[in-house]
């Protein structure tokens, strides 16, 4: 096994622990007529079902990694949650106090 192959499963271990898999999860979607019985109907009836994907929410945003910024796309989940760190903005021409 070459040394690239190792360090790119190394580098994909390393994004799949800070920001997830980013897969969609699958479910049904469900195809029903009728009205529900507590509105005064008979029920529902399912006609049909179907496989679908719940897709997350994927944002291209700019993170820090390891000290650098870079691009990644990270759910908005992970954002509002406040797990993924955001590079600090500043005006520009302004000296950054240390």
Do not use: H, W
């Not at 969609?24 to 049909?48: D, F, H, M, V």
């Not at 944002?59 to 990270?74: A, H, K, L």
Request: aromatic share 6%.
């Amino acid at each position: 096994m070459s040394t690239l192959k190792k360090n790119k499963r190394l580098k994909l271990a390393k994004k799949f622990k800070a920001y997830g898999e980013n897969k969609p999860a699958t479910g049904n979607s469900l195809c029903q007529r009728g009205k529900a019985k507590y509105l005064g109907g008979n029920g529902r009836k399912t006609t049909g079902i179907t496989r679908r994907k719940f897709k997350l929410n994927l944002q291209r945003i700019r993170v820090v990694e390891d000290g650098e910024v870079v691009r990644r796309r990270v759910p908005v989940s992970l954002i509002r949650s406040g797990m993924v760190e955001r590079p600090v903005v500043r005006t520009p021409f302004t000296i950054a106090d240390k």
